[in-house]
């Protein structure tokens, strides 16, 4: 009961995060199980399982809050999916750190960028469509491979291609539960398939993820309200300020700092 309470208050915070600010909620969770000892296959696969929950509520919650972009999702989601089926391929075949130290200089560069945005005239310009594909299959390759990139590569990508912060965090918020059952399915085969033969130990898991889960499913509702209630300048320099620290942070940890 201890331990479902510990992840059942990470999976509530981590989605308060994720659902407000467009990212965080693999990061975060995936984080913590690894810190457990959780290997990084099993971190990402009991997630992602988690997310097929919270991700629904947090999807359902900007649909009624009118935040999602219907246009830009259905760009997004074929790229993404194809994107997180790859990455969890890759993941169960060999050691996806490798990306590590690029993306953290992408998260660094973008999150210093939108912080600079934020302290300037926001653009209303809709986002160009010839980067949403891209974006989407980087995001979801990294989602997957990574334990946790969709939000912050897909969101931040779309933030400083001008996008508008409500729209492109209720769109991404609301894609992200096709990302994540895409993962899932990817993940799935691999133990049908017995390209993973690790993963009968996820069943240790079961406990973190049923926390994950019901922490993040009481968090969505009210993330969903708090993307619509804040000021777009308020937005950016939230978002801005949690992707530079996670860049610090992966930094760090890449230093061997931790």
């Known amino acids: 009961m201890d331990d479902f309470l510990l992840f059942a208050a990470v999976g509530f915070l981590a989605q308060m995060v994720d659902g407000a600010l467009g990212m965080a909620y693999g990061v975060i969770s995936s984080t913590v199980l690894l810190a457990f000892g959780v290997p990084p296959a099993q971190a990402s696969a009991s997630a992602h399982a988690a997310e097929l929950f919270t991700t629904a509520a947090s999807g359902s919650a900007h649909l009624y809050h009118r935040n999602i972009d219907w246009k830009l999702f259905w760009r997004l989601i074929p790229f993404g999916i194809a994107g997180g089926a790859l990455g969890a391929f890759v993941l169960t075949s060999f050691d996806g750190d490798q990306a590590k130290p690029f993306v953290t200089a992408y998260l660094a560069v ?49 933030l400083g291609a001008g996008g508008r912060p ?39 898991y079961l406990t973190s993820v049923a926390g994950l889960i019901v922490g993040g499913v009481f968090a969505a509702p009210m993330a969903g309200w708090v993307v619509k209630a804040l000021k777009e300048r ?14 610090g942070y992966q930094t760090l940890e890449l230093a061997g700092a931790f």
């Open 110 to 158: 973008i999150g210093s960028w939108l912080l600079y945005r934020s302290f300037h005239r926001i653009p209303t310009n809709p986002v160009k469509l010839k980067i949403v594909a891209p974006l989407g299959a980087i995001a979801g390759f990294l989602d997957a491979a990574g334990g946790g990139g969709w939000g912050p590569v897909a969101t931040t990508g779309l």
């Open 234 to 247: 308020t937005l950016l320099r939230l978002v801005g300020s949690l992707i530079t620290a996670l860049a």
């Open 166 to 204: 409500r729209f492109v965090i209720g769109t991404v918020n609301a894609s992200e539960f096709l990302i994540a059952l895409s993962v899932s399915l990817s993940f799935l085969a691999a133990i049908l398939t017995g390209h993973w033969e690790e993963a009968g130990e996820l069943r240790q």
